[in-house]
Structure formats: structure tokens, C-alpha cells
């Protein structure tokens, strides 16, 4: 069974710049959710992409875009980016519908600085 | 607006003890309580999970206690062991929604001293 994967695993911006962040699913994931953890804090969920159409989305900015493949890998991409971008950006997978049995299954994360 | 808090924001605990980390929540409508365990440089792994129907839930060394009425749960750790040190986060969701819409408390960094 392969697990989550992210790459790139750094990356370094700077302001203004836009940034795409890949992620493969777990084997048998049909739907990934993106998360920002900011340094010392809990992740914030940004948006949820199940069947390649976004199912759910948080509180973030429009310049935060994805995408789902039909292989069920994901891309997140940030427009304009800005110092406060500067993130471990998230990447989990998940069995999609309402199972109980199917938690979410993290990546270890994309690390973005913005200078 | 804050919806799940997580208390103490650093733990330090003897090898051996019992380690506590305490969440409250806001929305009644949550019915998903995970815990999640994170080591550094890596991504946050499930421990343990309950849901409102139950008041408890164990497995292994690791307890999930649940009160409803307080809307407060709790993480035990028994026996703690130098290599449970890590960051731990419990979260809330609502399960009849998107389901990877999990809200974080801001993480209880827990050392176990040998």
C-alpha cells in the first residue's frame, strides 16, 4: 500500500510569485483534502476535492486554487503569494462519502517560504 | 473564531505517567472527535477517534474520554514513553459534511523525560 506523497518537499518563493504543490493519494483514495499549519498551529483546511470537483472549502482566498486528476492525485496552486503563505502545506486522502471507517491519511507536507 | 481549544499548549511528563490533553468544543453539530499525533518533519498520523454516541474509547495505551453535556474530550496516555514525545492535535468535524473538513485545536507539544 502506497501512502500519501507530496512533492516538492521545500520550496522557496517570493512574494508576488504563484507556486503549484502536488500530491499523490494513497492507493484506493478517491479524495484529497489540502491544509495549511502555519509554525505552532494546528492545520486550517483549505478545500477538499472529491470525483475531481471541489466538496467543500475553507476560509480561504480565491487565489488558492486545485485540481483533481482522474487518477485522484491532486495539484493546490497560490496565486500572488504573500509573506503569510509562508506554510506547511498539507496534503491528505481519504476514502469520500460518508464512511466513518475512513480517516484522513497525511502526507508529511510541502514546507513553502515566501520571502 | 476558535472552534475547538486545546489546553496545555506544552506538556512535560515522567516516563511512565499518565499524559492528559484536554479539547473543547463550540459547534454541537460536530460528531467526529479524532486525535492526531505529529513527529517533526512529518505529517500528522490518526491515533485514535471517537464519535458522540460512546463516553469512552481505548485502545492500547491510548483513551479517549468524551463528555457530551461539557462538550469537553480528552487524550490519555498511559504508561507514557520517551518515544510518544511529539505534538498532538485533537480536531472536530461534522461527518454528514465534507468529511476532510477537520477543525484542529492549536496542539499540545508533549515531552516524555526518560
Known amino acids: 500500500e502506497t501512502g500519501v506523497t507530496q512533492s516538492p518537499t521545500h520550496l522557496i518563493k517570493t512574494r508576488g510569485q504563484q507556486v503549484t504543490l502536488r500530491c499523490s493519494s494513497q492507493s484506493g483514495h478517491n479524495t484529497v483534502s489540502w491544509y495549511q499549519q502555519a509554525l505552532g498551529q494546528g492545520p486550517q483546511f483549505i478545500f477538499q476535492y472529491y470525483r475531481e470537483e471541489e466538496n467543500g472549502r475553507g476560509n480561504f482566498p480565491p487565489r488558492f486554487s486545485g485540481l483533481q486528476f482522474p487518477n485522484y492525485s491532486s495539484e493546490l496552486n497560490v496565486n500572488a503569494l504573500e509573506l503569510d503563505d509562508s506554510a506547511l502545506y498539507l496534503c491528505a486522502s481519504s476514502l469520500g462519502g460518508r464512511a466513518f471507517n475512513s480517516p484522513l491519511h497525511f502526507g508529511n507536507g510541502t514546507r513553502l517560504t515566501v520571502t | 473564531q476558535q472552534q475547538v481549544k486545546q489546553s496545555p499548549q506544552s506538556l512535560i511528563v515522567q516516563k511512565g505517567g499518565i499524559s492528559i490533553i484536554n479539547c473543547a468544543y463550540e459547534?454541537?453539530?460536530?460528531?467526529?472527535f479524532p486525535w492526531y499525533q505529529q513527529f517533526p518533519g512529518k505529517g500528522p498520523a490518526l491515533l485514535i477517534a471517537?464519535?458522540?454516541?460512546?463516553s469512552e474509547k481505548k485502545e492500547g495505551r491510548f483513551t479517549i474520554s468524551f463528555n457530551k453535556s461539557a462538550k469537553q474530550f480528552s487524550l490519555h496516555i498511559m504508561d507514557s514513553q520517551p518515544g510518544d514525545s511529539a505534538t498532538y492535535f485533537c480536531?472536530?468535524?461534522?461527518?454528514?459534511?465534507?468529511?476532510?473538513?477537520?477543525?484542529f485545536g492549536k496542539g499540545t507539544k508533549l515531552s516524555v523525560k526518560p
Open positions: 480536531a472536530a468535524s461534522i461527518l454528514g459534511g465534507s468529511q476532510g473538513n477537520l477543525i
Open positions: 471517537i464519535r458522540p454516541d460512546v
Open positions: 459547534n454541537t453539530a460536530f460528531d467526529y
